[in-house]
């Protein structure tokens, strides 16, 4: 079983910044891809941005590339987004999720973490 925690998130105002972590404990974490993923109130579940296990691929939703940064620390089971020039519709709970492939799909992946808030005022 693999358990996953997200933290780092609260309230910004539009222009700033923000790190999310997650940490990751149970089965070797250095094996699985790792994702993020974000849920506004009334609307789907999306794809934020995945890293491999490896670190070597990353692959970015288009509303958030060259503003979000994935990466990972695998000696200490984290896996980071970091979140800049954050606007007002970047706004909802963000989920880490690892699967043991690196994808873009929500339903691909095997853990999901509890989801942590991001609120961004305009």
């Known amino acids: 079983q693999v358990q996953l925690v997200e933290s780092g998130g609260g309230l910004v105002q539009a222009g700033g910044s923000l790190r999310l972590s997650c940490a990751v404990s149970?089965?070797?974490?250095?094996?699985?891809?790792m994702g993020w993923f974000r849920q506004a109130p009334g609307k789907e579940r999306e794809f934020v941005a995945a890293?491999?296990?490896?670190?070597?691929?990353?692959l970015y939703a288009d509303s958030v590339k060259g503003r979000f940064t994935i990466s990972r620390d695998n000696a200490q089971n984290t896996v980071y987004l970091q979140m800049n020039s954050l606007k007002p519709e970047d706004t909802a709970v963000y989920y880490c999720?690892?699967?043991?492939?690196?994808?873009?799909?929500?339903?691909?992946?095997?853990?999901w973490g509890q989801g942590t808030q991001v609120t961004v005022s305009s």
């Open positions: 149970g089965r070797t974490f250095s094996r699985y891809a």
């Open positions: 890293i491999r296990w490896s670190g070597g691929s990353t």
């Open positions: 999720a690892a699967d043991r492939t690196l994808t873009v799909v929500a339903a691909a992946y095997d853990y």
